[in-house]
């Protein structure tokens, strides 16, 4: 069984910064084994891909409307993976997920290809 658990939501104002973290857990599976994404769900829409980063970190991909603002990393002794995000903005306000790549050593952005999503964490941003 694998439990991913989200933190680190909150409200901030628009050019703000959030930290995000989530946490793997389960004795089942080698957390550096496998892909972590980012993802989140605004109301009234589908969840989207929000950031992408290899089981061992070696390789970071980000939708394009966060690029250079958002940074994914992970820290495997610790089983984690964060989500810093900086000059936020109101279209950024949704429900993070994160999610553990369903393959071992994929790369996918497509949410099909996550699971065991957490139950989220939620990001406000005001003007």
């Known amino acids: 069984q694998v439990q991913l658990v989200e933190s680190g939501g909150g409200l901030v104002q628009a050019g703000g910064s959030l930290r995000l973290s989530c946490t793997a857990s389960?004795?089942?599976?080698?957390?550096?084994?496998?892909?972590m994404g980012w993802f989140r769900q605004a109301p009234g829409k589908e969840r989207e891909f929000v950031a992408y980063i290899s089981w061992n970190g070696g390789a970071q991909y980000y939708t394009d409307s966060v690029k250079g603002r958002f940074t994914i990393s992970r820290d495997n002794a610790k089983n984690t993976v964060y989500l810093q995000m900086n000059s936020l903005k109101l279209e950024d306000t949704a429900i993070y997920y994160c999610g553990r790549c369903l393959r071992a050593r994929y790369v996918s952005f497509d949410a099909a290809d996550f699971g065991f999503w957490g139950q989220g964490t939620q990001v406000t941003v005001s003007s």
């Open positions: 389960g004795s089942t599976f080698t957390f550096s084994n496998y892909a």
